[in-house]
């Protein structure tokens, strides 16, 4: 019997020890739970809260009125009466002529306000330029040869790819040579590189960075070259362990294609910084496009604010994203046809439907002014269309008209003789749009490719100008329900598309990195171009935590979610990029 309750109490012993350790580890386990969501919610709140609660606070310190717009000569505002200046501008274009609006000068108080609102650009939070050399920075190497560089696309694609390219010299130690410019492409343009950039400022910005000569010399004109497509979206590593050792046999090096053959991110501060200086300084447009540009921006801000408008609904896009709501069975097989019979194009069968539910089609001309009313934009509203042709015409582009009478172009802004130089030349009527989209007071792309990642980029750079990216995916879902007699315009439509594009008005933010779930080379496929946004490499503020030095590593533990709608991750993107 006391053997029994001894074995018992012995029992209740443990029972009770194996409580009391059940016990603290609950207690251990809520302790380290309630420390996790303390340090993820203390994230979440520097992330996304603490930046916009800083610009309030500095913004009632400095005593700064809501919508007051700067005047011209108020601090950093610029003339704009000589060339265009591109380089550290810390408050976004002027609106001084806003105030002497005639749209304006009729409105009530509320009115006025809500029309400033209109207008004003996103706080930006302190961000400048900051591509400064690091003091362990030196000039070019002794060279090891000399690149040739073949440009492909478009204007700004080729702009982006020859940014890369002098960082590729860098990087090799070689001499570039000027770029040759693509004659090939859908375009068909004969322009060189002197006719759209200013060759004599691009060699002599570079003098620090890297050797630049306009030709290459004679005696290696006959050499062997090693002809190379340099793999798409590298590191250094692959340059200085796959490209840097055909030196040994080659004095030359061609580089048979440009566009995305480096890295958005995981590369060394001081690359980063020379590729904004080369794509916001070094690689400026030729004298008569840039001062043509600056009459057309002029003539623009004459009679007030105005928007720059990227209509991409031109027959090259179409054709090669495949998109086809809103037009003609006939005009439907002509773009089949294009996009069959251009090789390069790898993929010829596409889903309109399917492409456009998904947000990768460009939003049709009437979409777009039901768009902008909706945002609350007036009638009077001055729009200028930085685009070629859009395919259809007149009747094509009635619908955003009627809702929009004075829309512009450069052929409605300047006359016949002006134009005359450059008519024949697409890339240089593109440059003089690239201008005119940079300066405007409000951009709009009804599609993101390389014109309207650069041009964000671009006002990105220049304070964070007022860039509105439409939200396509959800947009098209609220215009199907238009269709279908489901939803009509007015303040419910007007209600909905501006709550969505409340944060989509060109802020400062971080650069997104890859898709969730991408693996391999898709991952650098879906990260967000480098060009489209330069933070954090080549801006810094000191309202927020951003180091002037390297950047964040960049890695699957540390990356930024994107919309689908914001990246074409659809077959088309594999097939390579347009302008």
């Known amino acids: 019997m006391q053997q029994w309750q001894a074995q018992h109490q012995a029992v209740l012993g443990h029972g009770r020890r194996q409580k009391a350790r059940s016990g603290g580890g609950c207690l251990i386990r809520l302790l380290w739970i309630s420390g996790y969501l303390t340090v993820t919610l203390g994230a979440l709140f520097s992330t996304f809260f603490y930046p916009d609660l800083l610009s309030i606070l500095r913004t009632r310190n400095l005593n700064v009125q809501p919508y007051v717009l700067p005047k011209q000569g108020d601090l950093g505002v610029q003339t704009r009466t000589g060339e265009l200046s591109w380089k550290q501008e810390l408050i976004p274009p002027h609106l001084s002529r806003l105030e002497k609006s005639d749209v304006q000068s009729d409105l009530p108080d509320d009115k006025a306000l809500e029309f400033k609102k209109l207008w004003k650009p996103p706080p930006n939070r302190g961000f400048i330029p900051c591509v400064d050399k690091s003091p362990s ?45 693509d004659k090939r492409s859908f375009w068909q343009d004969s322009s060189n590189f002197a006719d759209v950039f200013d060759v004599d400022y691009f060699i002599d910005a570079l003098k620090g960075d890297v050797n630049v000569v306009k030709t290459l010399p004679s005696e290696l004109v006959s050499a062997p070259k090693a002809v190379k497509q340099f793999q798409s979206w590298s590191n250094i590593k692959y340059y200085q362990e796959s490209i840097a050792p055909l030196w040994r046999e080659y004095k030359v090096i061609r580089a048979s294609k440009s566009d995305s053959r480096l890295a958005n991110n995981d590369l060394p501060s001081d690359i980063q910084k020379l590729r904004c200086r080369v794509h916001y300084n070094a690689l400026r447009f030729a004298p008569q496009i840039g001062s043509f540009g600056q009459k057309l921006v002029e003539k623009m801000r004459s009679d007030g604010p105005f928007i720059a408008l990227h209509l991409r609904y031109e027959k090259d896009m179409l054709a090669f994203s495949g998109c086809t709501y809103g037009l003609t069975e006939a005009e439907a097989d002509e773009l089949s046809s294009i996009r069959e019979h251009t090789a390069h194009w790898k993929v010829k069968d596409i889903n309109s439907t399917e492409q456009r539910s998904r947000g990768f089609c460009p939003l049709t001309p009437t979409e777009i002014g039901i768009f902008l009313r909706a945002l ?22 009635a619908g955003l008209i009627s809702r929009f009478p004075n829309v512009m172009r450069k052929e409605t802004v300047a006359s016949v003789e002006e134009l005359a130089p450059f008519v024949s030349h697409s890339t240089q009527l593109a440059a003089l749009d690239y201008i005119v989209s940079v300066e405007s007071d409000v951009f709009v792309p009804s599609y993101s490719g390389h014109m309207a990642r650069a041009v964000e980029g671009h006002r990105r ?81 000191d309202l927020m935590t951003i180091s002037k030095g390297s950047p964040p590593a960049w890695n699957e533990t540390n990356k930024w979610s994107i919309a689908n709608n914001d990246l074409n991750t659809s077959r088309i993107l594999a097939s390579g990029q347009r302008q």
């Open 461 to 541: 750079y220049l304070g964070h100008r007022k860039t509105i990216t439409p939200d396509r995916k959800e947009l098209v879902a609220l215009f199907d329900m238009l269709d279908r007699g489901e939803l009509e315009e007015g303040p419910k439509l007007a209600e909905l598309i501006t709550e969505i594009h409340r944060r989509r008005q060109g802020s400062p933010r971080k650069r997104k990195g890859p898709l969730t779930g991408t693996k391999g080379r898709d991952r650098f496929r879906t990260e967000e171009a480098f060009y489209t946004n330069p933070l954090p490499d080549c801006l810094c503020s």
């Open 137 to 181: 920075y030196t000039g070019p190497a002794k060279s090891r040869g000399y690149l040739l560089v073949q440009s492909n696309g478009g204007l700004n694609q080729m702009r982006a790819g020859i940014c890369d390219m002098v960082a590729v010299a860098r990087i090799l130690n070689a001499t570039l040579v000027v770029p040759e410019l």
């Open 376 to 397: 609350g934009y007036p009638n009077s509203t001055r729009i200028y269309i930085a685009a070629g042709e859009i395919y259809g015409g007149d009747e094509r582009i």
